[in-house]
């Protein structure tokens, strides 16, 4: 009894002392997690990493054994092991970095490479859509008697009541009101994008069709704001957000019409496979309109219609996102052409 007795005494102090010790061993393993985890994991010493990664491996063991207990809980080794996961196998910042050089790639390269190489699309798209403005505008201010046909009686009221809110001073949108007005400006205008895009692919007429009807309510409401009187306010209104979502419609649009033209055209590949082909080139134009469509969502909500900034400030504001948006796609095509010079250049001194 008496060497049983002793025995069990010398188990327990054996245990006392693998949990002295397996607690010292965490406390240690939580220190250095948190260091990495505040800073880097490069911050550590060789010392330091060594030892992280053999205490990892010993909480991670030791986890598993009493996880094999359904009676054992070990909720703080639980947590630590998994602090020391995030940490051993988190991405390297160089990899988190590539999501951002990615993006910057897009910007830079993709999206406007995009625009140029389907510069004929996106003219097309122009012209309809600002043909189908011009033209209302000519009939609204010059044949008043077919206006009403022509945009129809629902439409022009409509057209009317939004061209009377634009008062000089008048806080029509509220500043409480404008977070959901961005949600909504930003859903409808991306809606109207991907139905355009969408549509295009249908031998292009349709996606056309939209630009022609968005046209005509550009061209409506300037027309019966000119006659209401406002038109200088509706265009402080307008410009600072339509310089950037006009042309974005139109590229959403030319994403569309560069598929449904392949689809008509096909070459010498099957129909399917041209028509994905040319969705695969255009795709950088819709999603780039989708992130000029979400910029100017942002500034029809609490910049265009801010009562407290000055008409001239907002038509100035507007030259400048319109110079901005031309030298982005210019100094492109400019960079392009010198680049295909220069290589012009070496391939004839090489054949010399």
């Known amino acids: 009894m008496l060497a049983n007795r002793h025995l069990s005494e010398r188990i327990a102090e054996r245990a006392r002392q693998r949990a002295r010790q397996q607690e010292e061993q965490w406390q240690t393993l939580e220190h250095l997690v948190r260091r990495a985890q505040g800073f880097s994991i490069r911050q550590l010493s060789a010392e330091e990493l060594l030892l992280l990664g053999k205490l990892y491996r010993l909480a991670a063991a030791e986890l598993a054994r009493s996880s094999a207990n359904p009676l054992a809980s070990n909720r703080p080794l639980h947590r630590l092991v998994g602090w020391g996961y995030s940490v051993l196998y988190a991405q390297p910042p160089l990899e988190r970095m590539k999501v951002w050089r990615t993006f910057f790639r897009f910007l830079w390269h993709d999206f406007p490479t995009a625009v140029v190489a389907h510069a004929a699309f996106v003219l097309l798209a122009a012209l309809v859509l600002f043909g189908s403005a011009a033209l209302t505008l000519l009939v609204v201010l010059h044949r008043p008697e077919i206006a009403s046909s022509w945009l129809g009686e629902q439409m022009m009221s409509v057209l009317r009541e939004v061209a009377e809110r634009h008062q000089p001073g008048r806080d029509w949108l509220p500043l409480m009101g404008r977070p959901f007005a961005f949600w909504i400006i930003l859903l409808n205008n991306w809606r109207v994008a991907l139905t355009g895009f969408g549509l295009g692919i249908l031998l292009m007429v349709p996606s056309l069709y939209v630009l022609f009807v968005n046209g005509k309510l550009v061209g409506g409401v300037l027309a019966v704001s000119h006659q209401v009187g406002t038109l200088t306010e509706l265009l402080g209104f307008i410009l600072p957000h339509g310089v950037i979502e006009l042309p974005a419609f139109c590229l959403a649009a030319a994403t569309g019409l560069a598929m449904g ?66 030298t982005y796609f210019a100094v492109h095509l400019f960079v392009r052409d010198i680049a295909s010079s220069k290589f012009q250049v070496t391939g004839s001194s090489a054949n010399l």
């Not at 070459?267 to 082909?277: E, F, I, K, S, Y």
């Not at 001239?312 to 996102?321: G, N, Q, R, S, V």
């Open 261 to 326: 033209y392949r689809w008509l055209h096909p070459g010498d590949l099957p129909r399917w496979t041209a028509t994905v082909a040319a969705g695969r080139k255009a795709f950088p134009l819709l999603v780039g309109a989708l992130l000029m469509l979400l910029y100017a969502a942002l500034v029809e909500a609490f910049f265009s219609p801010h009562e407290r900034i000055p008409t001239p400030a907002k038509w100035a504001f507007a030259i400048l996102e319109l110079v901005a948006l031309l």
